[in-house]
Every structure is written in C-alpha cells, then in structure tokens.
Nanobody, 115 residues
Framework: QVQLVESGGGLVQAGGSLRLSCAAS????????MGWYRQAPGKQRELVAA???????NYADSVKGRFTASRDNASNTVTLQMNSLKPADTAVYYC?????????WGQGTQVTVSS
C-alpha cells in the first residue's frame, strides 16, 4: 500500500502564492509518475500538473506560466508552486501517484483564493 500526505493549502488573496507538497510512503517500488489534480465545487476533478518518470511535465492550459510542479525521485515527493493565484484556482487539490499499475490519491488540501 502507498500513502500520500499533502500539505501547504490555505487561504490567499488573488495574485498571491502558495506551495503544496506531497510525500509518498509505503510499498513504493516503481513510481511511474506523480502529480496534482484539483476539484472545485460542482465540477469534475481535473489535471493540474503531471510529472511522469523520464518525461516532461504536463500542465493544464489554465495554469501554464503560473504553476510549477517538481518531483524529487529520491524522496518520492512532489511539490506544486502556485503563483499569481486567481479565484478560479479555488479547489481541493489532490496529490496523485502511479505506482506500478496502481493509482493512489492523497486526502486533498483546500486552496482558497479570495478576490
């Protein structure tokens, strides 16, 4: 089993910044990718940034140029630096990991951007 623990959410004014972190632990043998998704009230969960192993990071168009995802393979952590935040970025942010053929999710962390 793999556990994902997120931290770093909170309340910020529009234009501000937040940094999310996610640490994976447990039976980690082959991490194929880690990343972040988000889900706003009444909307489907959507990809924010995906950091696959051995490939370039993919970003949602809505966050390109504002968010930066990075991954530390040695510690199995992934971070999301969010700059120039907008009220539309308000959502619960979930860490995701693909380990072998299994998909794992964190518990989610709330990000609220006030106007």
């Amino acid at each position: 089993q793999v556990q994902l623990v997120e931290s770093g959410g909170g309340l910020v004014q529009a234009g501000g910044s937040l940094r999310l972190s996610c640490a994976a632990s447990g039976r980690i043998f082959s991490v194929k990718g880690m990343g972040w998704y988000r889900q706003a009230p009444g909307k489907q969960r959507e990809l924010v940034a995906a950091v696959p192993s051995g490939a370039s990071t993919n970003y949602a168009d809505s966050v390109k140029g504002r968010f930066t995802a990075s991954r530390d393979n040695a510690s199995n952590t992934v971070t999301l630096q969010m700059n120039s935040l907008k009220p539309a970025d308000t959502a619960v942010y979930y860490c995701h990991a693909l380990v072998g053929s299994s998909s794992y999710w964190g518990q989610g962390t709330q990000v609220t951007v006030s106007s």
